[in-house]
């Protein structure tokens, strides 16, 4: 069966009430077909999304027209190995609300996560100067040392991009800290064999789960991505929303300005997140 998250503006809207009208769906839903399964509440965003299967995206509205008349704003049909991919976490408390993975009843997962790719610089050179076995081995030199780096730092790997790796995290100062990791453990590997010495972007971008492009993540995917091939070889570029987001962490970053990016109608500000250790 398809599955569907809405989203909704909640201005006023409690966590309890978001939890009672939840429990109104789940009691309206075998009706139609559906099962709400989960839900996130983004109270300082004041959204909630919500996750079900359902026949249709007109079942899933018709459940909640019907227990409590809290239409979404929005419902798109996801991926469920999309959605997996980029919210992880199912634990959920008895009201049915996503928390932080070993949090209490009122850790509240607000939904939003930031998503982050890396990409070997030059791969394609690679593989043409030193031949597909060699090159692929240099290549599983930068899996392993960032799938390391997201089992440090609670990252999840969306995909294999086939030179790089696309990942999510709850955690915005995780994200970033797990870049500065790829990059040092890079520059590790560099002074230990140089002739095996592997450059690599990474591009960064925080989000909530539904956006204007009626996709799953769908422009923040696009602006980490666009970040990443902008980026300078070793460098890790974020957006505006990381830096704020990052403030008090003790995680140092260069505003670089606003750069235009293929796909965006205006110049967007990002910045440099700092990683080599001084001397």
């Known amino acids: 069966m398809p599955m569907y998250m809405d989203i909704h503006e909640i201005k006023g809207a409690t966590a309890d009430a978001v939890a009672t009208a939840h429990a109104a769906d789940v009691e309206t839903q075998k009706k139609y077909g559906v099962e709400y399964t989960k839900y996130w509440v983004n109270e300082s965003g004041k959204k909630v999304f919500c996750l079900a299967h359902a026949p249709s995206a007109e079942a899933a509205e018709q459940v909640h027209r019907e227990a409590h008349g809290l239409m979404p704003d929005k419902i798109i049909e996801v991926q469920p190995e999309l959605a997996e991919g980029f919210l992880g976490g199912v634990e959920t408390n008895s009201a049915g609300a996503v928390i932080f993975p070993g949090g209490g009843a009122d850790a509240r997962d607000p939904g939003i996560r930031t998503v982050l790719f890396t990409d070997v610089v030059n791969s394609t050179t690679l593989t043409q100067s030193l031949g597909d076995e060699a090159a692929l081995a240099i290549l599983g030199i930068h899996d392993i040392i960032v799938r390391d780096a997201l089992s440090a730092l609670g990252g999840r790997e969306v995909k294999h991009t086939g030179d790089g790796i696309m990942a999510s995290f709850v955690s915005v100062a995780s994200a970033v800290r797990c870049a500065i990791q790829i990059q ?96």
């Open 184 to 279: 040092r453990e890079l520059d590790k590997h560099a002074e230990a064999d140089p002739e095996r010495r592997l450059k690599v972007r990474v591009g960064a971008a925080a989000g909530e789960p539904v956006e204007q492009n009626n996709d799953l993540f769908g422009s923040t995917v696009q602006l980490a991505a666009r970040l990443c091939a902008h980026a300078q070889p070793e460098q890790i570029l974020v957006s505006n929303a990381i830096a704020e987001l990052c403030l008090g962490k003790g995680l140092l970053f260069e505003d670089v300005g606003e750069v235009s990016l293929k796909g965006f109608n205006s110049p967007v500000r990002a910045h440099a997140a700092a990683w080599k250790q001084a001397n």
